[in-house]
């Protein structure tokens, strides 16, 4: 895998917001593709029913827990755009993200204060969800991880991104992984500087944070994002802005793990904190996308043609109108000149010097 700088920057805030804009100004009715979703997950086909929101319980509100709330979203029913059900869970967790298994029985949503994971049967009866089963030893059974996060489909299983630990609340953490009936299975710690656990650093960083993850199953692939620990996330937001400390813990990496061993394999440099990843799903599309929280950008992240970050040649090309056309290559390892990063175009004409004299240049001056 490589990656590629930031294609957006400064216009990532505004293409968010224009986005959200739309959102709300649509009128026509519309299907989700859920292509944000796992691969290994049943797809809904035409007309949803219902949407699942899991709510963060606030003081002074209602009974002040979190709850996952049910929502008719089917125009044909006759509670369209109205809340059909509720199920508190006792308490506030700090709500944050939720995933189904992959077979779409089971809504899995995490606390990332309390560190318990709640898992609601959603397919015995979609209109009203009950809670099958809630994990209350994550720590102790992933040996010391915190805050769980995303909650990913796999075949038979659950991937759990951490985003700290509870030896110093820190951004150190790993993915833990789960059946979909809610067993533990196994911890898979993040590379870092002191154990990369047999990945290529590639760049400046090895954090070991975590945040997000997402899969390309046929590139035997796996992808995670890097935020924050605990003691950065539960502290209070304009507090944090203000705490020159608390702002140098902040994630800036990308992890490539081999999908099948769970091993990683390379550590890639994203500034900033990488959040959200989103991989491509076409045939031929080998290519995740990731933002930065802290500077606004997207990044690509892909594989060249090889399978891999291959800075090795330089290429060049010509365009005639239809297909490029290969004029030349330069084998950097092979010429033992280095690994070629990045280039720019120079001319002569630039510095007002003429160009040197060619043997093409003497023989049209003696005809």
């Known amino acids: 895998m490589r990656l590629t700088h930031p294609l957006v920057s400064r216009g990532a805030r505004t293409i968010a917001a224009g986005l959200t804009g739309a959102a709300l100004a649509l009128s026509a009715p ?35 827990q979190d709850k996952l709330v049910t929502i008719a979203v089917n125009p044909n029913s006759a509670d369209y755009g109205k809340v059909i059900h509720t199920l508190s869970v006792g308490g506030r967790n700090e709500a944050h993200h939720s995933g189904f298994t992959d077979d779409r029985h089971y809504l899995w949503a995490a606390g990332l204060d309390t560190n318990k994971i709640f898992i609601f049967d959603v397919h015995s009866n979609p209109a009203e969800p009950t809670l099958h089963k809630v994990v209350t030893d994550f720590v102790a059974r992933s040996g010391g991880v915190v805050g769980p996060h995303t909650t990913y489909a796999l075949p038979g299983r659950m991937m759990i991104t951490g985003l700290s630990n509870n030896r110093d609340h820190g951004g150190r ?59 950065n996330y539960m502290m209070d937001f304009g507090k944090m802005l203000q705490d020159q400390e608390a702002m140098k813990r902040f994630g800036n990496t990308v992890v490539a793990w081999d999908l099948h061993s769970r091993k990683p394999k390379k550590v890639l440099d994203v500034p900033g904190a990488p959040l959200e990843l989103r991989c491509a799903w076409g045939a031929n599309h080998n290519y995740c996308f990731t933002t930065t929280a802290l500077t606004s950008k997207i990044w690509l992240i892909h594989e060249d043609e090889k399978g891999e970050d291959n800075e090795q040649y330089f290429k060049a090309y010509d365009w005639d109108g239809k297909e490029l056309q290969h004029k030349f290559s330069i084998d950097f390892t092979t010429t033992k000149l280095g690994r070629p990063h990045q280039m720019r175009f120079g001319a002569h004409a630039l510095y007002g010097s003429n160009r040197p004299q060619t043997d093409a240049d003497t023989l049209a001056q003696v005809d």
């Open 30 to 64: 519309v299907h989700a593709d859920e292509t944000c979703m796992s691969p290994y997950m049943a797809k809904i086909v035409g007309q949803e029913d219902f949407v699942y929101v899991w709510t963060l319980g606030q003081e002074g509100l209602g009974d002040e």
């Open 173 to 231: 953490t790993a993915l833990v992984e789960y059946t979909n009936d809610g067993n533990y299975i196994a911890t898979h710690w993040m590379p870092t500087d002191d154990n990369l656990r047999g990945a290529q650093k590639a760049g400046n960083y090895a954090d070991g944070y975590g945040y997000d993850v997402r899969v390309l199953p046929r590139r035997n692939l796996m992808v995670t994002s890097s935020f924050t620990g605990w003691s």
